[in-house]
């Protein structure tokens, strides 16, 4: 009798453990697809990695550009064509 509590509790944890799983992976690849898609997560200017949540962003070209710091923003935005490939 407690063997069978203990099997039926057990398969229930490993469900739970599998879904969770399984969420967390479809999450992360729709937010990189996200990203991917309308952010560009380097900034032009120093070319230093700039999380997703970031601030100081511009859009130009239908692309979102985001900076470590205001000051790299106003370059950028002062002399796009500078920073961005043709
Ligand atoms: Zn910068």
New binding site residues.
């Given amino acids: 009798m407690k063997k069978s509590i203990l099997a039926i509790i057990l398969i229930g944890l490993t469900t739970i453990a599998l879904k969770s799983n399984a969420n967390s992976i479809f999450d992360g690849s729709k937010t990189n697809f996200i990203d991917s898609a309308k952010k560009v997560l380097v900034?032009p200017?120093?070319?230093?990695k700039?999380k997703a949540n970031a601030s100081k962003t511009t859009v130009y070209n239908k692309v979102t550009y985001c900076?470590?710091?205001e000051?790299?923003?106003q370059?950028f935005v002062a002399e796009p064509t500078k920073y961005v490939k043709k």
Avoid: E, G, Q
Avoid at 45 to 48: D, R
């Fill in positions: 900034d200017v120093c070319k230093m700039i900076f470590c710091s000051s790299c923003k370059k």
